[in-house]
């Protein structure tokens, strides 16, 4: 049956860069979504436009409330699920040593992985978010529970198992061998890719290869990875791990592996040229379905390979200030033309909710020093937290906004369940300009969201829901 959602409605359209997103911004405050059988979207604009029907559709009235976009996390760590705020570890690599790798090692327990697989969904739901990729656990029966809840519930799902086969103590319950890593994540494609539909391109669940970061593995695991990698491209599989996060001098990240791979970029290493010197080695992992999580430190030849091969910036300002990583140059980052999507990274964030991750970056980059300093227009912040993050997914095609045609992901913003909020959108001063008025409304609703405001989250025009 065709559904009518009412509600102001509030999306970026088309298919502009971010530079341009401001200008995207469709705001329609009387508006009307309607979403076919098949969970598209037919019409999106004014209420009193509403195409003809022949009665049988069903109207959802939302007003007052709004209609966003369902929210794109690219970049969240299932195992952390119940690591956020973990005290006592430090910047990262003490924290993963201290309280990240214990946590992990306890979804080896199949009953706590599945526990965890419906927490993580249902806080998944609470925050909106309707597509992620999720960085997975090391455990293949952690995946399994989390690919078939995911199913459950209907969400949106890119993921792989967190792959290391090097590591501190800490990490030994994570570990292995460097046949096993491939075994296992080549047996996650067969078994969960497209599982849902059996095509790629209708699927919701989607699997991704995700070593951890170019400390957990070795230059074999690399290369076997790109090889994997190579032959399963082209059936639309994913890549997804850390880069550039941590740049304390001599013992930090970003140094450690430079020294430890004795390459230029600490990119090369996931670009095939992981031999001294940054010397080819094997096969590269970037391209359009691969996100690099963090970037804040990149020099500018790696952000130009990023944009060159279609690689994505999970951006997760909320985790780099937990972690102290610094904030990602925001006028440079951007100027290279790389695409950045939003992530929470939790549990380095502590925040589920991508509004949050906007509020945090708004912050962040408009206190960058001198010049660098930007405010980010709100039509640019929703622009990272929806279709930039489909974008980064490769699926643009199919969500992120409401252009016609595209399968009907979106949130249910109810304001009144949030005191604060709607106080702020009652009362806040807004512009007799009615284009500079939606800015305004549509700022201090991603400033002020929190979980209780979303009160109802679709995806494919089904809606998602608890257990
Ligand atoms: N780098 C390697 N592993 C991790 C992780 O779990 N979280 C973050 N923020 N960075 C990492
Ligand atoms: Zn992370």
Redesign the pocket.
Known sequence: MTQIHLGHLFHIGGGPILGDAAAALVSVPDGALVVDDGGRIVFCGPRSALPDDDGTAAVHDHRPGFLLPGFVDT?I?FPQTYAGDSYGGGQLLEWLEQCIFPSEARFADPEFAAQAAVEFCDRRIAAGTTAAMV?GSAFPHAQDALFGETRRRGLRLVSGRGIQTVGPASASPLLTSEADAIRLTREEIDRWHAADTGNVDTALLHVAIVPRFSLSVTVETLKALGELYDSVRHRGVYVHS?LNENNRAGTGEVDSTKQLYQVNTYLDTYDGRFLPGSAVGGKSLLGRRTIL?HSVHCQDVELARMAETGTSIAH?PV?QQFLGSGTMPWKSTVASGVNIAAGT?FG?GDEWLIPRVLSDAFKVHISEAGDDGVSMHPGEMLFLGTLAGARALDMEDRFGNFDVGKEADFVVIDASRVPALNAALTHGVRSDDPGRAAEQTLFALLMGIREPAISEVYVQGRRVGPG
């Open positions: 970049h760590h960085f850390h999580a997760c985790s990274d380095g």
